[in-house]
């Protein structure tokens, strides 16, 4: 069964940068979506791996991915054959008994922006689309699976957790 979505607001406005860098600066894997310095709409959303997050890469001249949970004590990472969006699209939580419902919106917790954060490199969609790129040192598609955030509400100037 699906865990419970919960939301807890914050008594008080938060600046998203002033929290990312007393809180997350030094995280070694961490998610910031940042709505902009002087947003007056939108969100920006912040999150970091803890022991239980899965954290997956993708190497697409090999054509495999590899995960593993980064900060769990003995994390061995899996690496298999297979296409970066069925692995994501694979481990996605699936709408059922306990996920976020109309209700939830009525009571103003809106959509919890959790699941896969993180991004496709360029070499990744050259290659998808038989274009010539370099080997880069870096992953062709890096995420993260966030379970928890801190949201910042820039037009109603609220947080939540």
């Known amino acids: 069964m699906p865990r419970r979505i919960r ?6 406005w938060r600046d998203p940068e002033v ?3 007393a809180r997350f600066a030094e995280a070694p894997y961490v998610v910031w979506l940042d709505g902009g310095a002087d947003a007056v709409s939108g969100v920006s959303v912040i999150a970091a791996a803890h022991a239980g997050s899965e954290f997956v890469t993708a190497d ?3 054509g495999t991915v590899t995960s ?4 769990a004590a003995g994390d061995v990472a899996s690496t298999v054959a297979a296409s970066v969006f069925d692995v994501l699209a694979g481990r996605l939580p699936h709408a059922g008994p306990g996920a976020p419902s ?4 009525a009571r103003g917790l809106g959509e919890a922006p959790l ?7 360029y070499e990744l969609g050259a290659r998808l689309n038989d274009v010539a790129a370099s080997a880069a040192e870096t992953p062709d598609a890096a995420f993260l699976f966030v379970d928890r955030a801190i949201v910042f509400d820039h037009g109603a100037r609220t947080v939540r957790l």
């Open 7 to 12: 939301s807890r607001p914050l008594s008080a």
């Open 19 to 21: 929290v990312f860098l």
């Open 60 to 62: 697409a001249a090999r």
């Open 68 to 71: 593993s949970a980064p900060l």
């Open 102 to 105: 109309r209700a939830d919106d």
């Open 115 to 121: 699941g896969w954060f993180g991004w496709f490199g």
